[in-house]
């Protein structure tokens, strides 16, 4: 593995490239997360060997530094970046985005799309693409709310508890009491921060992302939607399926779970090796 940092105006992009320079007619493989970093798909890395993968740190976030003022974490903004950064690689690419990655693809492909041969968009959080996007909202104002007025232990019981619930978000859900961080083996000590990227509201440009879905189906660009087959019914299955059936598909079942690519990066193992030749695959 090799380290680089690609210095933009307002941001230093530190990414990491992995695999052996692509052969003719190869593409690299970009890797995006959000809020997670490139770390996370270093286990993915590992089972494709044979393969060029770039995995970048978002602006602010990891080891990249931002420049710019802010600390919302803007799909449009981050897209730029992207452009910016496959600029250096040399378009086209093939991506691999989850979660908040995804989010950030998508706009990419809407405002470059001749930057990606193929998008594997997983998982990505829109809540604008479920039936109860109203409670939805509700939900993510609620966990936002938990973590500033009680730190990361409450914020994060408040978010699980949301990410875990299968099906559509009641008014029972929306009614009972804040869970407890204990029952989640999180901290109910308050350590005074209110930088958490996922908690604090800085992410909340990533949910509430618009996808240009006019422009996504005209692009020459591949897109499709995966959710992880131990996801079940939950918030990403529900706005990945949602995705896809606008962009008139359905959603490839991938192996494993919301972070089923890493190897225990970011906490719950995922199947790196399992989700890696399905990744294959799929990409053709």
């Known amino acids: 593995?090799?380290?680089?940092?690609?210095?933009?105006?307002?941001?230093?992009?530190?990414?990491?490239?992995?695999?052996?320079?692509?052969?003719?007619?190869?593409?690299?493989?970009?890797?995006?997360?959000?809020?997670?970093?490139?770390?996370?798909?270093?286990?993915?890395?590992?089972?494709?060997?044979d393969r060029r993968i770039v995995a970048y740190d978002p602006r602010g976030l990891g080891r990249s530094t931002r420049r710019d003022g802010r600390t919302d974490h803007d799909p449009h903004v981050q897209a730029e970046d992207l452009h910016a950064l496959i600029g250096e690689l040399g378009a086209p690419v093939d991506v691999f985005a989850s979660?908040?990655?995804?989010?950030?693809?998508?706009?990419?492909?809407?405002?470059?799309?001749?930057?990606?041969?193929?998008?594997?968009?997983?998982?990505?959080?829109?809540?604008?693409?479920?039936?109860?996007?109203?409670?939805?909202?509700?939900v993510v104002a609620g966990y936002e709310k938990a973590y500033a007025a009680g730190g990361w232990g409450a914020g994060m019981a408040?978010?699980?508890?949301?990410?875990?619930?299968?099906?559509?978000?009641?008014?029972?859900?929306?009614?009972?009491?804040?869970?407890?961080?204990?029952?989640f083996g999180l901290p109910a000590a308050d350590d005074g921060s209110r930088d958490d990227p996922l908690l604090s509201g800085s992410s909340r440009a990533v949910v509430d992302h618009v996808p240009d879905l006019d422009t996504l189906r005209a692009a020459p660009t591949r897109i499709v939607?995966?959710?992880?087959?131990?996801?079940?019914?939950t918030f990403t299955a529900r706005t990945a399926r949602g995705l896809a059936e606008r962009l008139g598909q359905e959603a490839v079942v991938f192996p494993s779970h919301h972070g089923g690519f890493a190897g225990g990066e970011f906490g719950w193992p995922g199947k790196p090796a399992e989700f890696a030749a399905r990744l294959r695959e799929v990409l053709g």
């Open 158 to 183: 408040a978010f699980l508890a949301a990410t875990s619930w299968a099906g559509p978000f009641t008014d029972d859900f929306l009614a009972a009491p804040a869970p407890d961080p204990a029952a």
């Open 225 to 233: 939607v995966a959710v992880g087959e131990e996801t079940g019914d």
């Open 1 to 49: 593995m090799e380290t680089r940092t690609l210095h933009r105006p307002d941001a230093d992009l530190v990414h990491d490239v992995h695999g052996p320079a692509p052969a003719p007619g190869d593409r690299p493989l970009l890797c995006v997360g959000q809020p997670m970093d490139a770390t996370g798909f270093r286990s993915l890395a590992a089972e494709l060997p």
């Open 99 to 138: 979660s908040g990655g995804a989010v950030t693809a998508l706009a990419l492909v809407a405002a470059h799309p001749g930057d990606v041969r193929v998008l594997v968009a997983h998982e990505p959080p829109l809540v604008g693409m479920l039936p109860d996007a109203v409670a939805a909202r509700r």
